[in-house]
């Protein structure tokens, strides 16, 4: 991996490539093989040969087959391939749809028509094979009705994005941008140019692809899944799935901090937080409360948004609730305002570095996220746009270095705690840089985005999401057999 494989000069990435909803618990070894298997039948089905296919089979390499099995892969290429939609299909039916595959060892290609398919058989994990574009690679191998074989492979490079073989980029689209930013210094000098903050600019640059109330639209729904998640997983209580037997810890902090009260709406939930006062031990515990939230119904299949992946879904929403509950955030201007800022620091990393654990470690996730989280946040409370990159630095500054090394390929331990790190992490460098002079920085955030890149490629690939090296060689477990 000698250079970054997926960057095209002013790629153009909307603030809905970066926030996607889907489910969980990884947007790289889940919603990324989801979204492949959908495309590669959409493919096969417009060029009319969906009703021709006889056999197929599925190869998981790398990262994807190490990994795969806690983090639900094969799972989503069967969903997938079933032709269900991470957007809408109704995750409490997850289990019955994939028992009835395992049991009848029949799909329902697309949706439209059964063939023979047997998951032990037909998806094989390459644990020691790996594909040099990108560790998270899957190929489809098809036989037609006339014997022809046909195979597509794809990439899954972080927070959801899919590119087949022989395309180039990052999975971004091909739009003329008003505004095209490749970098936080092309940032800056468009808001200098222009006078607009930053989530201004983000707004003028979706209008090439949709009208402002469509994109306002879409943010709002965007936060409302991350609400609704945030708020489901304070009031869950349980066992996380996979084998580790990690309980949940979110409803019990939640339950710990209202004094055993109850709120069965999100708005009196807030409210009731709100009136516990600002003291910094309780802001604290919320923050952290938020995040793991968000993260456990992530680790258990659940509807969540990439912020800008899975593994670092809560970062993003728990500054949010932060700004929400302690920051009087509740406005939808104020939130459009933080998730569009948020948006931009987010494309900067994707273009520039890495979004993928697999290609940089965790730093490319919870880094990431806290990165943006530390800028929107910032912008939100009155910070110029030299702050606001600063605080977007400032995060990313103290994430380098981060590895991935989740203990049985599951998106649970250390993944969970991490994102609250990664949440408190935004808030300091948001405070640090609301009190500082940035003419003073001695680092940019392009510096800090390009040696996060240079320390990905330094990195050992044992601590790139495979399981092989760190926390998830030392600690002991003994997980149920798949």
Known sequence: MKAKPDILPHECISVFDIFKIGVGPSSSHTLGPWRAAMRFLDEMKAQGRLNDISKLSVLLYGSLAKTGHGHGTDIAVLLGLSGDDPVTFDVNQIDSKIDGIRRDCKLHLRGE??????????????????????????????????????AATYYSIGGGFVVKEGETGGGGSSVDLPFPIDTARQLLQWCIKTGYSISELVMENEHAWRSEAETKSGVLKIWEVMRDCTYRGCHTTGELPGGLKVGRRAAALNKKLLKGREYTDYISWIEAIRAGGQHFSYTLDWV????LAVNEENASFGRVVTAPTNGAAGVIPAVLQYYIAFCDGLHDDKILQFVLCASEIGSIFKKRATISAAMGGCQAEIGVSSAMAAAALTECLGGSQRQVLMAAEIAMEHHLGLTCDPIGGLVQVPCIERNTMGAIKAITASQLALQSNPELAKVSLDAVVKTMWDTALDMNSKYKETSDGGLAVNIPISLPEC
């Open 113 to 150: 028509r059964f063939i023979d398919f047997d998951p032990v058989t037909d998806i094989a994990f390459l644990y020691e094979e790996s594909l040099p574009f990108h560790p998270n690679a899957l190929t489809f191998l098809v036989t037609l009705h006339n014997g022809e074989q046909l």
């Open 288 to 291: 952290s409360c938020f995040a």
